[in-house]
Structure formats: structure tokens, C-alpha cells
């Protein structure tokens, strides 16, 4: 368990652990970088890791502890009291450097009265314990990583709480499903925040607009106040998409810090985020993964797949892991027949039954808008490697799987063509907008192109 799960970027990664070693850990992080790439990975991680009762237990037992306070010696005449020692101060020091209670010193301790021999060594006993609070049965089983840094253990009860979230789509779906449930008086002033941990929030974009709305920040901006009793409070952001009021509110956080919340930030581009917020934020991007990193992840999450089927999944994921492990191939390889269907019918003189037959498939409603969304990423992927072929980079196509296929369209075909099919596929976007005809928008795509 821990940050080895996650794959690529190991730069990034280890200069988070070493901000959080050194107790310099950033007030505001922007994640930057593509869909998949594992921003939300990543923050789910940090946030485990700042609230570990395993690691904080392992990184408590290395510190110097207190000597035993001595018992208070016993009082032989009222004319001549025993001095007592003052007892030393309780360590409270959480793995990251932050006192657990603040700056508040402890009250001196009085001077306790004299006891019977054998309470005196039950109270030293107890005493002596480990606080009940700290205990924790993974602890045992947490081993540091050997670099020394901080990390997670994934079992222990924050951690798995904390890890409920850790599929993100589907706790979303759950929550706008109970939210559906609600009356119509309740459902509009309810707006959607997971909490998995009472240290973690986070904040998706809120339906209709999919956009963080004002009413989602204002709850950050009351829970941000409280000092956790233990950890660290983490807020993640899933998105760059803000309500002007949402955009301005954040700002309010991020001005004035505290010392005890860290809130971070994802976007698939950080210029999409006001300048104002990008000065008050450390900003780490995630590079993509190279296809070869990807192939030999995918020969482990999946190992149903051939090799041919991994390289074609590795180059359409685009260097992004998520995105190549939850890649849909039967969807795609259908959708990808359909897109040469209709090409190989704008570039031939022949009749057109067989576009009309598969034209037809895409009729009204939500399933068959999708289907168009699907059929039009597909022909933009083959566009692309068109392009790739004539102008002599044919080492950087995708569809590996057709090269053959690709090849003829592409010596029937010149860049003009290409340009004019990727006008097209623009028009038949935007008359989906206005919700036409995708049947008929089709064919009068691959008419356009004869």
C-alpha cells in the first residue's frame, strides 16, 4: 500500500512527501494535467497520508520519550512538606510537525496527596500506557517505507474511510441519486458534497451546470474554522469549472490560510483558473505517461487483453492511465467501424446503402447522442492518423490495429479532405445542439466530402 500505487510522475509525488516531511506542506495545491492522468488519485493519497492513525502511531513510538514522573514522596510530619517534582510535559506532536493541541501549555500539575503503596503502582501503570486514543491494530503492520518519507497504510480506520471515496463516479452517482430523491422544495437548495472522513471534503461540480456553485464553497468556508482533533483537513476541488460567486468565495479561503487545512485544487488546465487564484496556489502538473509505461500497466489491470488490443489502448488513452485502465474497447471498435463505414463512402463513386443502413442506427433520445458522440471520437482519432500517414509520421498513429485500412484512405485522400471532414464533423456537432436530425446530419456529412 501507499504512494508505490501510484504510477508515473514520481518527482511530483516525492516532492509532496518531502514538503509534508519537513512540515512545509503548501495552504493551496493546483494538480494540473489531462483527464486520467490521476489528479484525484493523487489527493485522495495526500489526504490519507496526513491523517494515518497507523503512521502517526509508527512516527509517535520514534520519538524521545518523557522519563517516568516519580512518585510523590510521603509527607512524614505536616511541619515538613516533601517537595515534589514538576512532571514533564506531554509529547503532542503529530507526524508532521503541528501540535495536535495547539499552543496551549499544560496546566501545572498539583502536588498529589499521599496514597497507599499499592494504588501508587496502579497509577503508575496507567500512566504508563499508551493512551487509549493511539491505539490501533494496523499500527503493528505499518511498515515505513524505506525512503523515509511519509506514507499510508491503507488499512487503518482513517484510511478506509477516507478510501470510500476512492471511487469517485460512482460515490458522485450516489449522491445525485439521493438528492433526486428529495421534494422539489428541498432538492433546490441542496447542494452536493462527499465526505467520506470528518478531515475530508470534497466538492464535485453540481448538476445541471456541472459547474462548483457559491452554496458548495460556503460550506468550506464554515468547517474550515474548526481545528481537527487530530490530522489534517483536506478539501479537493474536482473541478476548474466556478460560478463567478463560487470563484470569488474560494479566494476568501485562500487569503487567509489556516494553518490546519490544506485545499487542493484539480483542472485539467490551470489558466482555466482566475490568475488571482493561481498566485495563492503552488501549482504541480502531471505529465503523461509514455505508451510504454501504459502497456505494461495494462498487462496487469488487464490481462484479458493481447498485446496488439494493450497497444492500441496505450496510444488512444493518450498518457493517461485512468483513462487507458477504464478504456472501453468494444465500444470504440464498434464506434471506429462505423466512422470507416461512413469515410469509405465519401471517397467512393458507388451506391450508399450500406451508410444509409448504419446512419440509421443513430436515431434521437439520450442513447443515440451518445452513440453520436462515440462515432465522432472515433473519426476524429482516424483523421488524426490520416494526417500522420501522408505527411510521413506514421510511427505516431494510434489505430495500429488498421494500419492497412488507414493507408489506403490515405492515398485516396489529401489534406484538403481531411481539413473539410474535420469542418463537417463541427457542423454535425453543432446541429446536434439543435438537436437535428443525426441520421440525416450524417449523410449530408459524407455527401459533403464526395
Not at 19 to 35: D, F, N, Q, V
Amino acid at each position: 500500500m501507499g504512494f508505490d500505487l501510484f504510477q508515473g510522475n514520481t518527482e511530483v509525488v516525492a516532492r509532496l512527501r518531502r514538503t509534508l516531511a519537513a512540515g512545509r506542506l503548501p495552504h493551496a495545491i493546483i494538480l494540473s494535467g489531462p483527464e486520467g492522468s490521476g489528479k484525484y488519485l493523487l489527493a485522495t493519497m495526500l489526504a490519507k497520508t496526513m491523517n494515518c492513525e497507523a503512521a502517526e502511531i509508527a512516527a509517535r513510538a520514534l520519538l524521545p520519550q518523557a522519563p517516568p514522573t516519580p512518585a510523590p514522596a510521603k509527607k512524614a510530619k505536616p511541619a515538613k512538606p516533601a517537595t515534589t517534582q514538576k512532571p514533564p510535559e506531554p509529547v503532542a506532536m503529530s507526524l508532521f510537525g503541528d501540535s495536535l493541541f495547539g499552543d496551549m501549555a499544560p496546566e501545572p500539575a498539583e502536588a498529589p496527596a499521599p496514597v497507599a503503596e499499592e494504588e501508587e503502582q496502579v497509577e503508575a501503570e496507567v500512566s504508563a500506557a499508551p493512551s487509549p486514543a493511539y491505539i490501533s491494530e494496523p499500527a503493528a503492520a505499518y511498515v515505513p517505507n524505506p525512503d523515509g518519507l511519509p506514507d499510508f497504510c491503507g488499512v487503518c480506520p482513517s484510511c478506509r474511510q477516507i478510501g470510500l471515496a476512492d471511487d469517485f463516479a460512482a460515490r458522485f452517482a450516489e449522491a445525485v441519486e439521493a438528492r433526486e430523491a428529495l421534494k422539489d422544495s428541498e432538492k433546490k437548495e441542496t447542494r452536493i458534497l462527499l465526505q467520506p472522513h470528518p478531515n475530508l471534503i470534497i466538492v464535485p461540480p453540481d448538476p445541471p451546470q456541472m459547474l462548483i456553485k457559491v452554496d458548495q464553497i460556503r460550506r468550506i468556508i464554515e468547517s474550515v474554522r474548526f481545528v481537527p482533533e487530530r490530522g489534517r483537513r483536506v478539501y479537493i476541488l474536482t473541478t476548474s469549472g466556478f460560478i463567478k460567486e463560487a470563484a470569488n468565495s474560494v479566494l476568501k479561503v485562500l487569503e487567509e490560510p489556516p494553518a490546519h487545512a490544506t485545499i487542493i485544487l484539480l483542472t485539467e488546465n490551470a489558466s482555466e483558473l482566475l490568475p488571482t487564484i493561481r498566485s495563492r496556489c503552488v501549482t504541480l502538473t502531471l505529465a503523461p505517461l509514455t505508451v510504454a509505461q501504459l502497456e505494461a500497466d495494462l498487462s496487469h489491470s488487464q490481462p484479458q487483453w493481447d498485446a496488439r488490443q494493450r497497444a492500441l489502448v496505450a496510444r488512444l488513452a493518450q498518457g493517461a492511465i485512468g483513462r487507458a485502465r477504464s478504456f472501453d474497447l468494444a465500444t470504440y471498435t464498434a464506434a471506429r467501424a462505423d466512422a470507416l463505414t461512413v469515410l469509405r463512402s465519401a471517397t467512393s463513386d458507388g451506391e450508399h446503402t450500406q451508410l444509409f443502413q448504419t446512419t440509421e442506427r443513430f436515431r434521437a433520445g439520450a442513447d443515440g447522442r451518445e452513440k453520436t458522440e462515440q462515432l465522432m471520437a472515433a473519426m476524429y482519432s482516424i483523421l488524426e492518423d490520416l494526417l500522420f500517414l501522408q505527411h510521413g509520421a506514421a510511427h505516431r498513429i494510434r489505430n495500429t490495429d488498421i494500419q492497412g485500412e488507414l493507408k489506403r484512405l490515405a492515398t485516396a485522400t489529401n489534406f484538403g479532405w481531411v481539413e473539410r471532414a474535420a469542418t463537417g464533423l463541427g457542423e454535425v456537432r453543432r446541429g446536434m445542439r439543435r438537436n437535428l436530425l443525426r441520421s440525416l446530419s450524417l449523410d449530408a456529412f459524407a455527401a459533403s466530402l464526395e
